[in-house]
Each structure stands twice: as structure tokens, then as C-alpha cells.
């Protein structure tokens, strides 16, 4: 299946590599080579065909990749971003994994690793959004206030929409069909980002607090998503979940 993806890179031989081989992979490349660029393509004209994933370089011209990602976010949670990007420094990463990419690779990179990346990112993100995969007619999860919608991809606290990101998604519908059960951070990694992410453990960190912030009332008390200390994680069974709120 052909996907529309954006490549942002100034470097024009990685650029050009990189919009070659999605080419050839058989998807619908567009590459532009500054950040502002960036916003205008995936924002610019919202009656226009949207893209199914965004490579992000950090290091840009006239608008720098992390906030090209911050304003993306803003109005738009689900479209995949992969960073792509020179700066390997843990800081760097979590900057970006916190403000809502998924997944990242660091220059210099393995070609093969990266394309699998992208597949990975763009079968997840076709899975949210077919009516057709496998999930049709699934009864949302109710617990107390939150409400998890799979055929919809929506998620909902007290009534209001909560607009999460692919990943802070996957995430709590996954603890959320599995209540009471701890989750190694390990086991989380695998899970939501897949075998093949080569990332670690502060990920999760990052992307739980996240989750927190937008669906806790207290996030450092929280009802739903409580640590596990030196284990993991764990979503609260719906019987604990609904005697606090009483």
C-alpha cells in the first residue's frame, strides 16, 4: 500500500536519498528542506490530503524540527513523526519523544533500520484508522470517568475529549485491557514501539508522564496509571479505580 510521507531535511544528499528510497519502496514522497516549509505542507491547506507519516530532522533553516513538532501537535495528535537527526544525546531525544514524536533515528543511520521504522510507524497508524481491521464493533472500555473508544481512536474524561498522541494511545489502551496487570518497562517498549526499537527505558518514563498529564486529575497522584517501584507500571483495576472516585 503507497502512503504520503513527508521527508524535512536540509542536507540534499539525504534528502535526495531519502525521498528516492520511499520512492522506490512505492509511497508518495514530498521533500522540503526548512521548517517553515514543514508547517505550510502539513498545515497550510487543511481540505488537502494529509500525510501518513513526517521524517523530522532536528537541525533546520528558519524554524528548528522540534517545533515544527510542537505546533504540528497542536492541532494535529495522530499523524506518526520519526525524528531523524544528528543529535544522539539523551536530552535531545526525550525533548522530542515529550512534545509528541514517535520514534526516532540518529545520523549516521542504516538504511534498512530506518525503512523499517517507517513501515512500523505506518502499519500502526493504517491499524488506528482502517474500519476494516479486525476491531469493528468493539464496546469502548469504561473506566469510571474514562472512556476508550478502539473504533473510534477517541478517548474521553468526564464527557471531554482527550487528545493524546499515537503512542500516549497505544499505551493506555493497552493498560487499560489489562487491568491490575503490571507492565515491565521492557515489555512497554515491545508492546507500543515494537521489537525492533532500539530506544530505552526513559522512553516509557516520558510518555507515561505524558499520558498522566492528560488523564489524571492529579498526576502525582494518579487514579489510573500507578508505578509499580523497581517493576514497571500497572492501569489500576476498574473496581479501585471507581472506589477512589467515590
Not at 481540505?47 to 497542536?74: K, T
Not at 469510571?144 to 481512536?153: E, K
Not at 475529549?161 to 497505544?170: D, R, S
Not at 489510573?224 to 479501585?240: C, D, H, L, N, S
Amino acid at each position: 500500500m503507497a502512503y504520503r510521507i513527508l521527508c524535512v531535511e536540509d542536507n540534499p544528499e539525504i534528502g535526495k536519498l531519502l525521498s528516492e528510497q520511499l520512492a522506490a519502496a512505492g509511497h508518495d514522497c514530498d521533500w522540503v528542506t526548512d521548517g517553515e516549509a514543514a508547517l505550510t505542507a502539513l498545515l497550510g491547506d487543511i481540505s488537502g490530503p494529509r500525510y501518513d507519516l513526517v521524517m523530522l530532522d532536528l537541525m533546520l533553516p528558519r524554524m528548528d524540527g522540534l517545533e515544527v513538532c510542537r505546533r504540528l501537535r497542536r492541532g494535529d495528535s495522530r499523524t506518526p513523526v520519526l525524528m531523524v537527526t544528528a543529535k544522539a544525546s539523551i536530552r535531545d531525544v526525550v525533548v522530542g519523544l515529550e512534545i509528541g514524536a514517535d520514534d526516532y533515528v540518529t545520523k549516521p543511520f542504516h538504511l534498512p533500520i530506518l525503512l523499517a521504522r517507517v513501515q512500523a510507524l505506518l502499519r500502526r497508524g493504517q491499524q488506528r484508522s482502517s474500519p476494516d481491521d479486525g476491531i469493528g464493533g468493539t464496546p469502548p472500555l469504561v473506566c469510571g470517568p474514562l472512556v476508550i473508544d478502539a473504533d473510534q481512536h477517541r478517548v474521553e474524561l468526564d464527557g471531554v475529549p482527550v487528545q493524546l498522541t499515537g503512542k500516549e494511545y497505544a499505551l493506555l489502551a493497552l493498560f487499560a485491557s489489562h487491568p491490575g496487570h503490571t507492565f515491565r518497562r521492557g515489555e512497554l517498549l515491545d508492546h507500543v514501539w515494537g521489537e525492533e526499537f532500539d530506544g530505552f527505558d526513559h522512553t516509557v518514563n516520558t510518555h507515561i508522564n505524558r499520558l498522566r498529564n492528560k488523564v489524571e486529575v492529579d498526576p502525582a497522584r494518579p487514579r489510573f496509571i500507578e508505578t509499580v517501584w523497581g517493576v514497571g507500571y500497572r492501569f489500576a483495576p476498574q473496581t479501585e479505580a471507581r472506589d477512589e472516585g467515590a
